[in-house]
């Protein structure tokens, strides 16, 4: 079946720092990716959606200068939290489309803590 | 924009038990999907439903898509500690998965 690979599954940084993660489709492409973002105890609330070669498009309310996204293959997107602080400390989750299904597979999180 | 409304918030259960939960919308969708997320990882689909009235099992889950297309909800039955998680229910009414609607999850705890 489809597996997405995301990493690092956990990342401690100081606060002003940059933070990259990765989304991987093992086996499969994908051309749109999407990043959620989830607090403790709630469900998972959409920031972007990542397309292969074009620019994401972001949720209202999500500062895309705070969360650059790239998605420069059609097995890779990227999540940069920049200038990171406290409050940006989450489960940040991607996930990915199967060509033809409508169905998403995630991957496992990523759990950031901003000191 | 759309509402998932997913109840319960949590269950405690004892082992061996049937556990059910449900999603209702404030509007139709035309997939509903059932995912189960543990601590500390990503979600894991667990059935797909495509079609109103739709029935579909998956080992000992069972979940089924409302006849309304407004509602669906999800079966457990003989619970095992193993089923501890969170279940959250999505709607899709596009064909876009960014028009995905999550429900707010359902902790189930089993004891044993």
């Known amino acids: 079946g489809a597996v997405v690979s995301q990493h690092p599954s956990r990342v401690i940084c100081k606060s002003g720092t940059s933070v990259k993660i990765e989304c991987r489709s093992l086996d499969f492409q994908a051309t749109t990716m999407f990043w959620y973002r989830q607090f403790p105890k709630q469900s998972l609330m959409l920031m972007a959606t990542?397309?292969?070669?074009?620019?994401?498009?972001?949720e209202q309310g999500v500062e895309k200068d705070k969360f650059l996204i790239n998605h420069a293959s059609l097995t890779l997107s990227t999540l940069t939290v920049t200038s990171a602080h406290p409050e940006d400390s989450s489960f940040y989750i991607c996930?990915?489309?199967?060509?033809?299904?409508?169905?998403?597979?995630f991957g496992a999180g990523s759990r950031l803590t901003v000191l | 924009g759309q509402q998932l409304n997913q109840s319960p918030q949590s269950m405690f259960i004892q082992e061996g038990e049937d556990v059910s939960m449900n999603c209702t919308s404030s509007?139709?969708?035309?997939?509903w999907l059932w995912y189960k997320q543990d601590p500390g990882e990503g979600p894991v689909l667990l059935i797909a439903l495509y079609k109103a009235g739709e029935l579909t099992s998956n080992g000992r889950l069972t979940a089924q898509f409302g006849i309304t297309r407004k509602d669906s909800f999800l079966n457990i039955s003989a619970s095992i500690p193993s089923d501890v998680g969170i279940y959250f229910c999505?709607?899709?009414?596009?064909?876009?998965?960014?028009?995905?609607?999550f429900g707010s999850g359902t902790q189930l705890t089993v004891l044993p």
């Open positions: 509007s139709i969708f035309n997939t």
């Open positions: 996930s990915a489309i199967l060509a033809g299904a409508n169905v998403l597979t």
């Open positions: 999505a709607g899709l009414f596009s064909g876009s998965a960014r028009q995905l609607t």
């Open positions: 990542s397309n292969e070669g074009s620019k994401a498009t972001y």
